[in-house]
């Protein structure tokens, strides 16, 4: 049980949120965190580094020098992984690099990061970011409010917020759909509305 203090669109107390998701300084698994993290990272890469072997270089069917008097090492081809010009020995090939995370294990890091932020003082939840969509008034907003970096989580992804924190070089904005763990920790304050908030603890009962 965590009670949580929740601000107006003006960032003016207006209440408190009572979840039935425990956020103790107890909650926060940091293994599980950095297994999350180092999933999300090895996701994003590409995995398109390809070299070719002595089997796909051009060329090579040709004895290079015959095979004694010459007072060199023999070679077969002049493809051979021993020479300049000939296939790399146990090269790169395309992958996939992305890890498989189990249900439990994302729950766990999601709580953990959100008791991570709320135990230090960087849970910033408003019940509704109210934005016209210009980046300059949400960074001046964010700014005043010493909320900057912030990542801002909200529960409608065409949101004006959204587009308005786009463009803010220090903050970074997504919908709850795609909360990320990796985001939350790169970025010192979560600033986040209240039904996005229970949309993400929804997913850890």
């Known amino acids: 049980m965590a009670d949580i203090t929740v601000l107006n669109s003006k960032f003016e ?10 956020l103790t300084p107890e909650d926060i698994n940091v293994p599980v965190v950095h297994q999350v993290v180092k ?51 146990f090269g790169p090939k395309p992958r996939d690099y992305s890890q498989k995370v189990n249900k439990r294990v994302m ?14 003082g960087k849970l910033t939840v408003v ?16 700014e005043g409010k010493g909320l900057l970096p912030a990542l801002v989580v909200t529960n409608d992804r065409n949101s004006l917020a959204l587009r308005a924190t786009r463009n ?16 939350a920790l790169k970025f010192e304050n979560l600033v986040i509305e209240k039904d996005a908030l229970e949309s993400l603890l929804g997913r850890l009962v």
């Open 13 to 22: 107390n207006s209440g408190k949120l009572d979840t039935s998701v425990s």
């Open 39 to 89: 999933a999300t990272l090895a996701g994003r890469r590409q995995g398109n580094a390809c070299t070719k072997g002595r089997s796909e270089v051009r060329g090579g069917g040709k004895k290079p020098f015959k095979q004694k008097g010459t007072g060199r090492a023999r070679q077969g081809s002049n493809r051979s992984p021993l020479l300049v010009g000939g296939g790399t020995t």
């Open 107 to 120: 729950k766990k890091a999601i709580q953990s990061v959100i008791a991570d932020k709320l135990q230090a």
């Open 127 to 142: 019940d509704k970011l109210e934005s016209t969509g210009k980046t300059k008034e949400m960074h001046s907003l964010l």
């Open 168 to 183: 803010i070089r220090n903050g970074k904005a997504l919908p709850v759909e795609g909360f990320s763990v990796y985001e």
